[in-house]
């Protein structure tokens, strides 16, 4: 059988990058399993596994990876960097026609290289194979808790990036002790999941959305908000959530009275251009608008939260948004509402983060990729092939990808 070489590749993107694709344990399993496989490893002084630990797993360590037929990465490679006629898998940010990717699409098309998107490694229902989600849960919800705590002074929590890792960020609150606050999570999904399971960690009880709008506690709780719980057809009709997936445009929001009450929004969900926001920055200017803390992790710039004007960063992860001037200010200001939009929160426990992506890579797509038959699973997440669009993203040609 011929050889099949994968190449795992440097992360070239600014800022950097720590996280990877397939941890060394899991290349060392595949390599057991498939006897014409090599992989081959780029070396990397930022990459939150060694070099020796993917040699001793049995990889190559080796900076020409051009005798590849696979290029693994995590985020978009520069395109100075991108080698002709390959099989390439990274996130791409080029399916909602990000402008700052313009540029990439492109050179993918120019270059013939096949461009297999994680984002689009899809099951049959749906639902995605492989993500980070999950761990931007986490960490967004743990930096929420920690603004939150910054703001009022009535505890104080070390950023996660600071952590060794997850289990050492876990033990962290062991000690601590919240104050009575209310959290409303929006949205159930992958980072949903996350979020509720850090807010676990921390201590916080879970109460329904009726007890949350409507009582008052003496401890720590959250509630966790599905879509019906957020939005309702502009017409009362009866919720169909198939339907509004289909038609967002259809639908108006229901969050106002979560405001009210909530002390600090985490929000989780995937936002549809075409569906409404929670709430308006004319709504932030009222009185009543008490949440004072945001962990936007969803992060949609002029998306579904008006005060995410920017991404923040890792190293300063929280800007304050003055609803009056509808401006940013400093953080923890007076009459600022604090928002945490870090876009790259698995970032912060890379290791933690790189372990769960890569054991789902490894038990639902890589037997596929190195498989001769090509596979739905894997056709579903090619964006280009052999210079051209695949059909399902055409819709990208005109006004993006089409050279100028």
Not at 43 to 58: K, L, V
Not at 113 to 130: C, H, Q, S, W
Not at 227 to 238: F, G, L, W
Not at 349 to 378: C, G, T, W
């Amino acid at each position: 059988m011929q050889t099949i070489r994968l190449g795992i590749l440097r992360e070239g993107k600014v800022p950097p990058d720590h996280r990877v694709p397939l941890i060394p344990e899991h290349c060392q399993e595949l390599l057991q399993q498939y006897g014409h496989l090599e992989i081959l490893v780029q070396p990397s002084d930022i990459r939150c596994f060694s070099e020796s630990a993917y040699q001793r797993a049995g990889c190559i360590v080796s900076e020409d990876l051009s005798s590849c037929d696979i290029l693994m990465g995590v985020k978009e490679v520069p395109v100075s960097l991108l080698v002709p006629n390959k099989t390439y898998l990274f996130f791409s940010h080029t399916i909602k026609k990000q402008p700052y990717n313009r540029k990439l699409l492109q050179e993918l098309l120019k270059l013939r290289i096949k461009m297999i998107d994680y984002e689009l490694l899809t099951f049959e229902n749906g639902k995605r194979a492989v993500a980070f989600g999950h761990f931007a849960g986490v960490v967004g919800t743990h930096n929420g808790l920690m603004t939150y705590g910054h703001r009022t002074g009535k505890f104080h929590l070390k950023p996660a990036h600071s952590f060794r890792d997850y289990a050492e960020m876990r033990a962290t609150y062991t000690s601590l002790n919240l104050p009575p606050m209310k959290v409303v999570v929006a949205g159930t999904g992958r980072v949903g999941a996350g979020a509720v399971e850090m807010l676990s960690v921390a201590g916080l009880r879970m109460v329904s959305a009726q007890e949350f709008l409507s009582e008052d506690f003496n401890e720590a709780v959250y509630c966790e908000l599905r879509s019906k719980d957020m939005y309702r057809h502009r017409d009362n009709r009866p919720w169909d959530g198939a339907h509004f997936h289909a038609h967002p445009e259809e639908y108006v929001s229901i969050f106002a009275p979560y405001t009210e009450v909530a002390d600090l929004m985490i929000n989780t969900i995937y936002w549809a251009p075409k569906a409404p926001v929670f709430f308006s920055k004319a709504d932030m200017k009222q009185a009543g608008f008490n949440i004072k803390t945001i962990a936007d992790i969803t992060c949609d710039i002029d998306g579904s939260i008006p005060s995410t004007l920017r991404a923040s960063t890792i190293p300063d992860p929280v800007y304050g948004y003055n609803p009056q001037t509808e401006a940013e200010t400093l953080a923890f200001s007076s009459g600022s509402i604090d928002v945490m939009a870090v876009d790259n929160l698995p970032c912060e426990l890379p290791v933690d983060a790189s372990r769960e992506f890569s054991y789902n890579l490894v038990k639902h797509v890589m037997h596929l990729l190195l498989s001769p038959q090509q596979h739905p699973l894997i056709e579903r997440a090619t964006i280009t092939n052999n210079g051209g669009l695949t059909p399902a993203f055409t819709y990208l040609g005109p006004g993006y990808a089409e050279q100028d």
